[in-house]
């Protein structure tokens, strides 16, 4: 089992910038992807970027240019920096582990990231 903790959500205005961190611990050594989540009122959860631990990254088309997800192995901790923040970014972003072999998804409990002026 691994289990992540979130934190860095929060209210911005437009334009502005937060950074999320989630911190993994547990099984950690099965992780294969770290990544983020989003999910808005009446709307599916959504990937908004993954990392594989070789360093490989995936970016939502809505948000390429403006997010930037990193990682650090050491730390078990994987980041998203949001950067000109758009009141449509408005959701809870949660957290996502994938395991090594199975592809086995983990969560964490969300936090909110509200874009308003």
């Known amino acids: 089992q691994v289990q992540l903790v979130e934190s860095g959500g929060g209210l911005v205005q437009p334009g502005g910038s937060l950074r999320l961190s989630c911190a993994a611990s547990g099984s950690i050594f099965n992780i294969n992807v770290m990544g983020w989540y989003r999910q808005a009122p009446g709307k599916q959860r959504e990937l908004v970027a993954d990392?594989?631990?070789?360093?490989?990254?995936t970016y939502a088309d809505s948000v390429k240019g403006r997010f930037a997800i990193s990682r650090d192995n050491a730390k078990n901790t994987v980041y998203l920096q949001m950067n000109s923040l758009k009141p449509e970014d408005t959701a809870v972003y949660y957290c996502n582990t994938k395991a090594r072999y199975s592809g086995a998804p983990s969560w964490g409990q969300g936090t909110q990231v509200t874009v308003s002026s």
């Open positions: 990392i594989t631990t070789g360093g490989v990254i």
